[in-house]
């Protein structure tokens, strides 16, 4: 799936010498471009529609052509605008070295509502 903004990799810059009757400038094979739009046109030696793209580094040409979707590939998976996103790293939630190993008579406050939990009270029974 194509997109505005995407990253692209040309895989063919071999073009019919008609070319130069609507552009200067051609992509290059292993160029990296981005897509500034998405168009279907008439291919020019079929007529049939078919994807295009302007690419954004060769808009400022007079011509502004665009260019068969199928010399292209996604140059990678990240979309453009993502290595633009604020990220926020996650805090850590875990507790930090709670030490468990104190006895209940390090806080005593704690367990004063809790006396079967005090040394010598026993536990309460049901019966």
Same mark, same amino acid.
Do not use: D, R, V
């Given at each position: 799936m194509w997109y505005q903004g995407q990253r692209v990799r040309c895989t063919n810059d071999h073009f019919s010498g008609a070319v +130069?009757?609507?552009t200067s400038t051609l992509p290059e094979s292993g160029g990296i471009?981005?897509?500034a739009a998405l168009n279907r046109l008439?291919? +020019?030696n079929t007529r049939s529609p078919i994807l295009c793209f302007l690419l954004r580094e060769m808009e400022r040409e007079?011509?502004?052509a665009f260019f068969s979707a199928w010399r292209f590939e996604p140059a990678d998976d990240t979309p453009s605008w993502a290595n633009e996103a604020p990220v926020h790293l996650l805090q850590d939630h875990r507790p930090r070295d709670l030490n468990f190993s104190s006895t209940p008579a390090t806080f005593p406050h704690a367990f004063a509502a809790l006396p079967h939990l005090q040394?010598?009270?026993r536990r309460p029974t049901v019966s």
């Open positions: +130069w009757e609507w471009y981005t897509i008439p291919q +020019w007079a011509s502004c040394s010598g009270h």
